[in-house]
């Protein structure tokens, strides 16, 4: 186990797997040491040098990773990151032994030991109390085992070869579970200077009565878009389950426009924006206490085994939209 690592520090990746499709490229990479959260996706094509969109710092609770919350029933909220947490003040994670193939990497598993706990029973916003492994001297709580795993494949469309991401997170019980509420995403955190230095947009697509509404906006400035609830401030929005995805586009250094499709799980997503990162919130699924419809489950047998998998696709604007994600220009909505 690592422990005692500055907030700040920013993890590289030890492991890339790599992908070329007929106009684009992806590297995808991940750290070894804190719980094989991905690090890196770095974008390129067969004239540019690959540049990475993900802000790796802080990585234990940040980069591309599966967050879980347990809700028990005094209604504290159980917070658990991959195999790592960094709301202790420093980062620590569970080291990762990883089979990598050609296209895929499979991971080893690791106790998922809770990152922080917040007090609603005491308060409606907390206090938050931080958790590490590394603090004997500090109850901490673990119920499940994770590994993760990735496979890169080419995605053939009529302009082209696309390329698809599987990011994967196969959770193990370690004991018979009943909780009040069980919520789970796929966070990705973008480096907000990639997105500057190359000009991304961000369009999000939101179904309706009258068909699927699309909004546009740069995801580095203030946002006021006309498909969430967003801060006065521009600093966040929260988007309903009606979402279907959310594209983010960059211009590569010689002009190129390449798109990384993110398809919803009709949970919502959580927008924030940040000086160094711009935050995703992918809800996979999740159940609203008392309400238990929703696909996580709250009651889990010992030795029961739960896999969630997050799909990118990464390609031209041609190709996402063949694959049936179309990248807006303007807005389909008044704000």
Known sequence: MTCNVAGGYSPPADLLLKYLGSDVGVQFGVTTRFGGIG???????????PFNIVSAMSAAGAAIQTSYIIVNWNKNWLVFNQAAGND???????????????????GTSNPLWADHVTQYAISPNGPDRPLSPCDLSNTNYMFDAGAPATLLNGTPTSHGTAIRIDNSYAMTSAYDQNWA?????????????????HQSTMTVAVSGPGGVTLDVFSPYEPVHSCLGSCASDGSSCGFGANTQYVVVTYVLNGGKIVGVAVPLHNQGLSFLRG??????HNWMCGTNYPDTSA???????????????QTYYVGTPEQLSDLGFAVATSSSCSR
Request: aromatic share 14%; hydrophobic share 35%; net charge negative.
């Open 88 to 106: 202790i003040g420093y980062q620590w994670g569970y080291g990762t032994g990883f089979v990598q193939k050609s296209i895929s990497l499979q």
């Open 181 to 197: 509420g069980f919520y789970l995403e796929q966070a990705m955190y973008l480096d907000t200077n990639a997105a500057q230095t």
């Open 295 to 309: 696909s996580c489950p709250t009651q889990i047998a010992n030795g029961q085994v739960r896999t969630y998998t």
């Open 39 to 49: 690090v890196a996706l770095n974008l390129y094509d067969s004239k540019t040098e």
């Open 275 to 280: 000086s160094v990162s711009i935050q995703l």
